[in-house]
């Protein structure tokens, strides 16, 4: 099956620092990866929709100077928590949807701790 | 009206019960629709597109009713294993190819 990695699993930072998170699809291309929060015992909440060599479409609510999302290429994409604070604590998980096909593979997940 | 609705669970089934879960969805532009497992504290895995005549893959099988925009998963001989969050997810290629997860249904399978 499709392998998407995410790195790092986890990060505990001090509040104010800024956080890189890195999602991979190891051996399949993704015009198209997705970035989803999850807070405990809630469902998963997409943040944003990221397109290989363009902006990111955000959700609503979610602050696209504080969550900064770049898709370099068609294996990469990378999520970046600006001046994280303890309310941003949660579990960001990516995921790659493969070409012509339409599912999507999950990255297992980052769990960020602000302090 | 929420975009992608599920039973709302938990279910607590004994093993070798069959169980079935219902998804509705709002948006009958959506094209594509998933059945995925969560287990507590990992990332969403995919179990099984749902295609318009059904599908089948071992002891689950998928329905999907595009009239009635309503998605089944039903589960035979149910597992200890297969205790875990089950979300409908569907896609909708009009919206930027917006993909909507379903608030997941939670199923504990007791021995």
């Known amino acids: 099956g499709a392998v998407v990695s995410q790195h790092p699993s986890w990060v505990i930072c001090k509040s104010g620092t800024s956080v890189k998170i890195e999602c991979r699809s190891l051996d399949f291309q993704a015009t198209t990866m997705f970035w989803y929060r999850q807070f405990p015992k809630q469902s998963l909440m997409l943040m944003a929709t990221s397109n290989e060599g363009s902006k990111a479409t955000y959700e609503q609510g979610v602050e696209k100077d504080k969550f900064l999302i770049n898709h370099a290429s068609l294996t990469l994409s990378t999520l970046t928590v600006t001046s994280a604070h303890p309310e941003d604590s949660s579990f960001y998980i990516c995921?790659?949807?493969?070409?012509?096909?339409?599912?999507?593979?999950f990255g297992p997940g980052t769990r960020l701790t602000v302090l | 009206r929420k975009e992608v609705e599920q039973d709302p669970g938990p279910f607590n089934v004994p093993e070798g019960a069959t169980v079935a879960f219902n998804c509705t969805y709002s948006?009958?532009?959506?094209?594509?629709f998933f059945w995925y497992r969560q287990d507590c504290r990992k990332e969403p895995k995919l179990l099984m597109s749902?295609?318009?005549s059904g599908n089948e893959d071992g002891r689950f099988t998928a329905q999907l009713n595009r009239a009635s925009q309503y998605i089944s998963l039903l589960i035979r001989d149910s597992k200890l294993s297969d205790s875990a969050t089950y979300l409908c997810v569907v896609n909708d290629v009009t919206s930027y190819d917006k993909v909507i997860f379903g608030p997941g249904t939670s199923l504990s399978v007791i021995p």
């Open positions: 995921s790659a949807r493969r070409i012509l096909f339409g599912e999507q593979f």
């Open positions: 948006n009958s532009a959506s094209q594509s």
């Open positions: 749902v295609y318009s």
